[in-house]
């Protein structure tokens, strides 16, 4: 069960320009049959976001971790490193 707080030490956070994202969004938007997959609802949630979602990150007192993200491409990844799992220990 949850507590009603938690500690938080850092909250990750994905750095994407708009016009990847879109161009992300409007690739998905070819396959997914998503309506709202199109540039006019695409801005709405970028505004949306912007306005509503970034706010509350900023305000965090935990910091924030950036990842870039900055490639349009859907089949290659951008490399954003590598986080190893933790090591057992010997006895």
């Known amino acids: 069960m949850l507590k009603d707080e938690v500690d938080v030490c850092f909250v990750l956070f994905f750095e994407c ?22 540039p006019e609802s695409i801005r709405k949630r970028f505004v949306t976001f912007e306005q509503e ?21 859907l089949s290659r990844p951008a490399r954003t490193g590598h986080i190893s799992p933790p090591r057992a220990r010997r006895s």
């Open 17 to 38: 320009s708009e016009p990847v994202m879109q161009a992300r969004l409007l690739e998905r938007g070819k396959t997914s049959g998503r309506a709202d997959d199109n």
């Open 53 to 73: 979602t970034m706010p509350v990150q900023t305000g965090r007192t935990s910091p924030l971790r950036p990842v870039q993200t900055g490639r349009a491409s």
